[in-house]
């Protein structure tokens, strides 16, 4: 199937550091969406990139999709307490529109 | 701000009973999705539902499962005889039609199949 794969699977940073995560397919994406689920919680939307090379920033997070659109990542620089979480991305089908989920990316931050 | 919201927050069953799991979407969304999630593991795709039926479902979504919006505002996850490998995180999330693709997750449900 067309899965995402995503690494490191947990990253442990200290507070204000910087650390970027990555998600990779064997396949071209038509787009890849980042979200964020805090421990106990539920997925929380960040961000879409359907562009070649495209690049979005939200505060702290630089979100890019690569020129070959098979990758993408997410970098936090600065890292907070509130960082804390983990970071999937996922594939949109474009029929239906269901989310394929990477294996994720559990980050932990020492203060 | 909208949200989805799914009842109950934690469901505890026997194996082999049947469980239901709402879910009430935003209310002018449109497509409606579950997902579960094993503890520990990835976010997996169930089902999409639009127009009252089912677009989309997974290999996950088997005869044991159905969906239902039995009414204009709820979604329903109905699980007929619950297995052990059934315990897992539920989510419901809906969409709104057209323009973003934006999917929005409720907090979900905890399903422990004892």
């Known amino acids: 199937g067309q899965q995402v794969m995503q690494i490191p699977q947990y990253q442990h940073v200290q507070e204000g550091e910087d650390f970027t995560t990555y998600c990779n397919s064997s396949?071209?994406?038509?787009?890849i969406q980042w979200y964020k689920q805090r421990p106990g919680g539920h997925p929380v939307f960040l961000i879409q990139?359907?562009?070649?090379?495209e690049v979005k920033k939200q505060k702290r997070l630089t979100f890019q999709f690569g020129e070959a659109k098979k990758n993408s990542s997410l970098h936090i620089t600065a890292t907070q307490t509130t960082d804390v979480g983990t970071y999937f991305c996922?594939?949109?089908?474009?029929?239906?529109?269901?989310?394929?989920f990477g294996g994720g990316t559990r980050v932990l931050v020492k203060p | 701000e909208p949200e989805v919201t799914q009842t109950p927050s934690h469901q505890v069953t026997q194996m082999g009973q049947e469980v239901i799991l709402r879910c009430v979407p935003i209310?002018?969304?449109?497509?409606f999705y579950w997902y579960r999630q094993i503890l520990g593991q990835k976010v997996e795709f169930l089902v999409s539902?639009?127009?009252?039926?089912?677009?989309?479902k997974s290999e996950i979504f088997d005869d044991q499962f159905s969906v239902e919006r039995p009414d204009g505002s709820n979604f329903t996850l109905k699980i007929r005889s619950t297995k052990l490998e059934d315990s897992a995180m539920y989510f419901c999330?809906?969409?709104?039609?057209?323009?973003?693709?934006?999917?929005?997750f409720g907090p979900g449900t905890r399903l422990t199949v004892l």
């Open positions: 539902f639009y127009n009252n039926e089912i677009s989309e």
């Open positions: 996922a594939r949109l089908a474009a029929a239906g529109n269901k989310l394929t």
């Open positions: 209310s002018n969304h449109l497509y």
């Open positions: 396949t071209t994406l038509s787009n």
């Open positions: 999330a809906s969409r709104i039609a057209g323009g973003t693709d934006t999917q929005y």
């Open positions: 990139l359907v562009k070649s090379g």
